[in-house]
C-alpha cells in the first residue's frame, strides 16, 4: 500500500521560514518523481516544486524559485521542502505527491495517471 506521510504545517510569519516533510512507502522510492502541489482557497491547484529521483532534477514553480527548496533523502525515503521568505501569498494547502519520475523535469511537472498524493498539510503565512 502507497503511504505518503507528510509533516504537521503550521502558522508562519512573513519572511520566516518551514520545512515540509514527506515520508514515503509502498513504492520503489529511487524510482518515482515525489513533489509538493498546493491550493489556496478559490485557487487552482499548484505544482510547487518536484524532484526526479531516478534522474535528481528539479523542478521549481516561478512563484516559489529562489526561496523553496526541495531535497530527497533516499535512505529515509523522505523527502524534504524547505520553505524560506515565506509570503501570506504562500498560505496553502499543501499536498506531496509521488508519480511516475517523467512528470517531473527541470522546467515542467505535471500531473500522471498514476499518482499519489498524501493527505495534505494546512500553512498559514501571515503578514
Known amino acids: 500500500e502507497v503511504q505518503l506521510v507528510e509533516s504537521a504545517g503550521g502558522l508562519v510569519q512573513a519572511g520566516g521560514s518551514l520545512r515540509l516533510s514527506c515520508a514515503a512507502s509502498?513504492?520503489?522510492?529511487?524510482?518515482?518523481?515525489i513533489g509538493w502541489f498546493r491550493q489556496a482557497p478559490g485557487k487552482e491547484r499548484e505544482g510547487v516544486s518536484c524532484?526526479?529521483?531516478?534522474?535528481?532534477?528539479?523542478y521549481y514553480a516561478d512563484s516559489v524559485k529562489g526561496r523553496f527548496t526541495i531535497s530527497s533523502d533516499n535512505a529515509k525515503n523522505t523527502v524534504y521542502l524547505q520553505m524560506n521568505s515565506v509570503k501570506p501569498d504562500d498560505t496553502a494547502v499543501y499536498y506531496c505527491?509521488?508519480?511516475?519520475?517523467?512528470?517531473?523535469?527541470?522546467?515542467?511537472?505535471?500531473?500522471?495517471?498514476?499518482?499519489?498524493w498524501g493527505q495534505g498539510t494546512e500553512v498559514t503565512v501571515s503578514s
Open positions: 524532484i526526479n529521483n531516478e534522474n535528481g532534477r528539479t
Open positions: 509502498g513504492f520503489t522510492f529511487d524510482d518515482y518523481a
Open positions: 505527491a509521488a508519480d511516475q519520475s517523467v512528470v517531473c523535469g527541470t522546467y515542467y511537472y505535471n500531473v500522471g495517471p498514476e499518482i499519489y
